[in-house]
């Protein structure tokens, strides 16, 4: 304590400069700062950068998954929409090919029962005239034999030889037709 | 302080505060030297001891606040990350600018919260000492920082090229200009180490001698003066408490400053433009 008040009553009488730096205290400034930036240089600023960088780059990744989720999904529907205008245009289609198809069966139809239906008729004409022809062809002979027959028995005079028979059967028969054109006009049909 | 108050008591009367209550004398035997025609202590005295506590504190702090690296920080990862944002952003990126800044930042990171909680220490109780009272330890980093700007500066533009950028004004010709490049050389080159020095030197020393003025003055009233000044003690002692928050803003300040004009001289020395 003794020391102290010497050395205050000597630092008075020196009138002590307060800019005047001590030596020791500037080196041990420049010392102290020097290891304490080294040390934050090396350890604290890379820290707290990685940590800034790691958290920038896990929100910028966090936006951008949640960017390509959505589009992933806007994709996802547009390609459902598409599946289904495609199924509904599927679906008309086959509704306008049935239908074609139908109509289609439909009119075939009626042209085979058409045809059909005149094929029966002209079957049945066909039919018809040939009995009618046959009736005729029969008719004539027997017309032609019981002709004969008769006049053979009225005349007297046989008529069994062939060739005069038929002479005499088709003069008649012209005959007949002859006047039955002549009354009737229509004649045999 | 118990060295004012001896010398208080044993000139019977009061004695204002002076520079010399700042030259703290060593722990252990008092040996001196003579430096610049003063007698110095030689051996470790409290700012020296307070410098290093400064070191260890700030680099303790922020070491195990970074070291975590946690995504979703802890509380005290995010104080760190945010006084580390501070200096990074509003000081390295801001006014350096976002090109080269980040070599830059460790050294004014670690600058500001040194000289910041040395500062602190002026208030904080059982130091309650400023250790940038200290002229000596000022000066080093004054020098520091007008090496660094100057390397960058000349490393950046060439020695000649330095030198003009930093001299020589842009748009200004003819006899203003002679005039101005004195001027300009004197306050980019010369000054600006000492201006820097000075103002948290002498900010540091003003405002402790003024709360040792306010205690002790307030003290002699009480002890020794009329009662009817007695009171006047009290509301010295009140003025000192004010004056200790007033302090507190001052001690921030000045290491912001400080560390705002090292932004400042780095980004006009590595600047393409004038």
Redesign the interface.
């Known amino acids: 304590m003794q020391n102290l008040i010497i050395l205050a009553a000597e630092a008075e009488e020196h009138e002590l400069n307060p800019l005047v730096p001590h030596p020791v205290e500037i080196v041990l400034s420049l010392v102290v700062f020097g290891i304490l930036f080294f040390l934050v240089k090396k350890f604290v600023v890379p820290s707290f950068e990685k940590t800034f960088a790691e958290r920038t780059s896990a929100i910028e990744g966090g936006l951008a998954a949640a960017e390509s989720k959505q589009a992933e999904a806007d994709a996802r529907l547009a390609e459902l929409e598409k599946q289904l205008a495609d199924a509904r245009h599927e679906a008309a289609r086959i509704r306008e090919e049935a239908r074609e198809q139908g109509a289609q069966i439909v009119a075939e139809m009626r042209e085979q029962a058409q045809a059909e239906s005149t094929r029966i008729v002209e079957h049945g004409k066909a039919q018809i005239e040939a009995e009618r022809q046959q009736a005729v062809t029969s008719l004539r002979t027997e017309v032609g034999s019981l002709a004969t027959g008769l006049a053979g028995r009225i005349v007297g005079e046989s008529l069994d030889d062939e060739a005069r028979q038929s002479r005499v059967v088709d003069r008649f028969l012209a005959e007949l037709e002859a006047s039955a054109q002549s009354t009737n006009g229509s004649g045999v049909h | 302080m118990?060295?004012?108050a001896?010398?208080a008591v044993?000139a019977e009367g009061f004695v204002p505060p002076?520079?010399?209550d700042?030259?703290l004398?060593p722990l252990g035997p008092?040996k001196t030297f003579e430096?610049?025609?003063?007698?110095?202590?030689?051996g470790v005295t409290k700012?020296?001891l307070q410098?290093?506590l400064a070191?260890v504190l700030?680099?303790g702090f922020?070491?195990v606040a970074?070291?975590r690296?946690?995504?979703v920080?802890g509380k005290l990862?995010y104080v760190?990350?945010q006084a580390?944002?501070f200096v990074?952003n509003s000081m390295g990126r801001d006014i350096i600018g976002s090109h080269d800044f980040?070599r830059f930042?460790?050294?004014l990171?670690?600058?500001f919260f040194?000289i910041l909680v040395n500062n602190v220490f002026a208030t904080l109780p059982f130091i309650q000492f400023p250790t940038f009272?200290?002229?000596?330890?000022?000066?080093?980093?004054a020098?520091?920082s007008w090496l660094i700007y100057n390397y960058v500066g000349i490393k950046q533009h060439g020695f000649v090229g330095y030198f003009k950028h930093q001299s020589v004004p842009a748009g200004v010709t003819g006899p203003i200009l002679a005039l101005l490049v004195p001027l300009e050389f004197i306050s980019n080159i010369v000054v600006r180490p000492v201006t820097l020095a000075l103002r948290l030197?002498a900010n540091m020393?003003a405002g402790h001698l003024l709360l040792i003025l306010f205690a002790l003055g307030g003290e002699y009233l009480l002890l020794h003066a009329d009662a009817v000044i007695k009171p006047v003690g009290i509301l010295a002692w009140v003025l000192f408490l004010a004056i200790s928050f007033l302090e507190l803003l001052v001690q921030f300040l000045q290491a912001y400053v400080f560390v705002l004009l090292n932004a400042m001289y780095i980004s006009g020395a590595v600047s393409e433009e004038h």
């Open positions: 118990s060295l004012i001896m010398s044993r002076g520079p010399g700042f030259n004398p008092d430096f610049m025609g003063q007698t110095m202590y030689l700012p020296m410098l290093v070191a700030v680099f922020f070491y970074a070291r690296q946690a995504m920080p990862q760190g990350e580390y944002g990074r980040m930042v460790p050294y990171f670690a600058l040194f009272s200290r002229a000596g330890m000022v000066y080093a980093l020098l520091l030197f020393l």
